[in-house]
């Protein structure tokens, strides 16, 4: 399997731009998750799906963020419209989720957003 | 509420050595993952190794080796024989498995580990 794969790699952008983080998670992964990592912050989670369901939400910062997932093998994240400080290393991540707990979550390589 | 607690910002090890990084963990699951991650310089998020709450053994990946008491709730990472590219960030997670947590994975604020010749 290819992993986590995530596109772009990186974005840079104009402030009040739209911008749209893509993710394809590994085939048979229930469910995925969208983090944004800062110096500032750490490892912040935006949301997660199971199932293509998003489960928790509470993470999004603002109405300006929105996530789907249409299908088990890809989700978005779009920003509209993006801010300075929105800059940051968004990161795509799945897992197996059981009846139990979840096995090891696979990260994608990141994408590197710059809102100037 | 789920907590990951990482103590130490950063820790120094001469190559060779072992090396603890320390992560405790609040919860009220009976059942839970703990999860240990390394990011190197270059950003990617590397997964080393698992501990189910209910696996009575310690978990082991190589070199990596995950020192689990329940009781105390910690699970630290034990690192044997440390080389120039353990050099990186390291976090702990934490998986619930119910209520608002179910699915979700809980990161600690990492530990930054340099390895020195």
């Known amino acids: 399997d290819a992993g986590v794969i995530q596109s772009p790699r990186h974005e840079v952008t104009e402030m009040g731009q739209e911008v749209t983080l893509r993710c394809k998670p590994i085939?048979?992964?229930?469910?995925l998750f969208w983090y944004r990592q800062t110096m500032m912050r750490g490892l912040e989670l935006l949301i997660y799906f199971n199932n293509n369901v998003p489960i928790d939400d509470s993470g999004m910062p603002e109405d300006r963020f929105s996530a789907k997932m249409p299908n088990a093998s890809f989700s978005t994240l779009k920003i509209q419209p993006s801010e300075p400080r929105d800059s940051a290393v968004y990161f795509c991540?799945?897992?197996?989720?059981?009846?139990?707990?979840?096995?090891?979550?696979?990260f994608g390589q990141g994408t590197r957003l710059t809102v100037v | 509420a789920q907590k990951i607690t990482q103590t130490q910002p950063g820790m120094f090890v001469q190559e060779k050595e072992a090396v603890t990084l320390d992560c405790t963990y609040d919860?009220?699951?009976?059942?839970?993952?703990l999860f240990w991650y390394k990011q190197p310089s270059s950003g990617e998020m590397i997964f080393l190794i698992y501990?189910?709450?209910?696996?009575?053994q310690n978990a082991t990946e190589g070199r990596y080796s995950l020192n689990f008491q329940k009781a105390r709730k910690s699970a630290n990472l034990v690192i044997s024989a440390s080389q120039l590219g353990d050099s990186a960030m390291y976090f702990c997670?934490?998986?619930?498995?119910?209520?608002?947590?179910?699915?979700?994975?809980?990161f600690g604020r990492g530990t930054q580990l340099t390895v020195w010749p």
């Open positions: 085939s048979g992964h229930n469910s």
């Open positions: 501990q189910g709450s209910y696996d009575e």
């Open positions: 919860t009220s699951d009976q059942s839970y993952g």
């Open positions: 991540a799945s897992s197996l989720w059981t009846d139990r707990v979840n096995t090891e979550a696979f």
């Open positions: 997670a934490m998986g619930g498995s119910r209520g608002s947590t179910l699915g979700r994975l809980y």
